[in-house]
């Protein structure tokens, strides 16, 4: 078998490599991906909803596996085993191609990486990944299908040599405790929640960020308090600013949580999370009392969210899985069941299947997510200027720190992983994204605002730069939700798939892992991401000098019909990528 997987893979592999490993305790690493189907199968139970996990619970999950698995789940769990526990200190080097149809572009990487995972104690732990980087294209320029990001953890330098750029990557995490208590502390990935890949709180797919984390885990109930330290950004953003976005730091957002699981079948949480900034605040850090209690009290108008999640398993091997996060509600409307009101929520609802025997069907899973108007794009109180920085957004670092989706945007999601061979994974997906610019169809009040109240303060293309507060018309849908209700929509449709091959080597206790993938995709009405409105100086001289003048009509209808002939179309792309790592 391991000569048929060998063979398999030079033949798949060899022309065209690339790749990215990560750090053992970090989200994106391949030991999430075969744990997501230990989870659904019901091999490993309820684990806590803060990830990356410490290397003590990684050792624990695995050991969980070695016993109750069958012969290839028990050949996985040893693999991850060796990996991450039998050498200390693991060298390695990394490779990346990637080109895209019809724009030609291409995408060159690689690197020379270490990983370090170490016991300094029966107490204490400690991951590492440093990675020196040579690349072509930086972070947000990188070949990606629309609605993901960049897996590498580098912000923009002037370092260049010819045409690549030199980027150091460093993700490091420290861990005090045991497999049940524990706290820790880093600056890495995070993901938070039931989904583990583009989940609606924390997000896998945002760059690294300063992370504090402790958690009580029990049988039947767990409790998780997570700091994560982040970047702010102007209101500006990359699209409509030259020479970079400038960053501000003390910003930061709060988690915490508790679950209860009742039966093994079933387990229950509420969560309170908190945003905010220019300040650190340390009422936010007292692990038992409500966020809302802590504002109350000290007069606090920081950004507050309220959730709650739940894992259902019905029967064996079938998960299902939901997140609702909310922002802002109008609680008057909904006691009185009106429910055309307020909603500035997302949420998540999944489900999964994994037999509990190994064969070529390991899993397959679909969800949908929905991020209702307005959501993740929060403002400074009263702050509309777009010079201001904004602490309380979810933005870290110019992109969502949560949905990799705009507001007003839904996502369906299908995957499939096959196993046809021993360490060779075919993982199959096909997405659905749609998007709507909610200043498609708004009252005259607030376009008159828009083009006339003055320059740089509002963005209308209808992502999460773009606030509700206005600075003299109130918030627009402050009182209705017209999620998706626009006539123009966007739709992105991808299909494809990835193929991993995962090798030892057994001379040195390292491991080599080939990759190959290929998504299409149908992007129908980009357009609709640029600005529906913008501020006209003559239109607001004049109304300056006369209230009553409308010359600011014709503007917007200008504005308006020169957004919709540049709104549609539809345009075709496929994206190649290919990787090789090799550990020593």
């Known amino acids: 078998m391991k000569r048929n997987t060998l063979l398999f893979c030079l033949f798949a592999f060899f022309p065209i490599l690339a790749a990215f490993a990560q750090v053992s305790a970090d989200p994106l690493d391949f030991f999430y991906t075969d744990l997501s189907v230990w989870e659904t199968s019901g091999i490993v139970g309820h684990l806590p909803p803060a990830r990356p996990y410490p290397l003590p619970v990684v050792k624990n999950i695995l050991q969980q596996v070695m016993e109750r698995g069958d012969r290839e789940q028990r050949y996985i769990a040893r693999s991850h085993y060796r990996r991450l526990f039998g050498k200390a200190v693991l060298p390695g080097t990394q490779a990346e191609l990637a080109t895209d149809m019809p724009g030609g572009r291409r995408q060159m990487a690689g690197s020379l990486s270490l990983d370090a995972n170490l016991f300094l104690s029966d107490l204490v732990t400690a991951g590492a990944s440093i990675d020196a980087w040579m690349i072509n294209k930086l972070p947000m320029e990188e070949i990606l299908p629309a609605s993901t990001a960049s897996t590498r953890d580098i912000v923009p330098d002037n370092a260049k040599l010819g045409p690549f750029y030199m980027l150091p990557s460093f993700n490091s995490s420290l861990s005090v405790g045991t497999d049940r208590n524990w706290f820790t502390m880093g600056l890495m990935r995070g993901s938070y929640g039931p989904f583990a890949d583009n989940g609606i709180i924390v997000g896998s797919q945002a760059l690294h960020s300063g992370q504090f984390n402790y958690t009580v885990y029990r049988e039947n109930w767990s409790y998780t308090s997570a700091l994560y330290s982040i970047t702010a950004n102007d209101g500006f953003g990359v699209e409509y600013r030259s020479g970079g976005i400038p960053h501000f730091p003390e910003k930061y957002l709060s988690v915490h949580s508790f679950e209860y699981a009742p039966f093994d079948w079933l387990s229950v949480s509420l969560l309170e999370a908190v945003m905010w900034g220019d300040r650190f605040e340390p009422l936010y850090m007292l692990p038992t009392t409500p966020y809302m209690i802590s504002q109350s009290v000290s007069g606090l108008n920081d950004n507050s969210f309220l959730g709650g999640m739940f894992t259902v398993k019905p029967l064996r091997s079938l998960k299902v899985d939901g997140v609702l996060y909310a922002d802002d509600l109008s609680f008057n409307d909904m006691i009185r069941f009106n429910f055309d009101t307020k909603w500035r929520l997302a949420g998540q609802l999944g489900a999964s299947y ?37 602490y309380q957004n979810y933005m870290h670092f110019g992109q969502n720190f949560g949905a990799a989706l705009e507001p007003n945007s839904d996502r369906v999601n299908l995957s499939v992983k096959l196993r046809p061979l021993e360490g060779v994974d075919v993982d199959i997906v096909g997405t659905l994204i749609r998007h709507g610019n909610i200043y498609e169809d708004i009252p005259e009040k607030w376009i008159r605002e828009y083009i006339t109240a003055g320059e740089d303060l509002y963005i209308t293309d209808g992502g999460i730069l773009s606030s509700s507060g206005t600075k003299s018309s109130g918030h627009l849908y402050n009182y209705t939700t017209p999620f998706l209700a626009q006539d123009t929509l966007q739709y992105i449709w991808q299909t494809g798939f990835t193929i991993t091959c995962r090798l030892p080597v057994l001379k040195t206790g390292g491991h080599m892992v080939f990759r190959l993938g290929y998504r299409f995709e149908l992007n129908i009405n980009e357009g609709i991401r640029s600005q529906v409105y913008r501020y006209d100086s003559a239109a607001a001289a004049a109304r300056e000098a006369d209230p009553t003048n409308e010359d600011w009509k014709a503007v917007a209808e200008s504005q308006r019909a020169e957004w919709l002939d540049n709104a549609t179309g539809r345009a075709f792309n496929n994206y190649i990528s290919a990787g090789f790592e090799y550990w020593f």
């Open 354 to 390: 994994a037999p509990r025997k190994t064969g070529i069907f390991a899993r397959a899973g679909l969800d949908y997510t929905m991020v209702t108007p307005f959501m993740y794009s929060h403002k400074n109180g009263d702050e509309i200027s777009l010079d201001a920085p904004n």
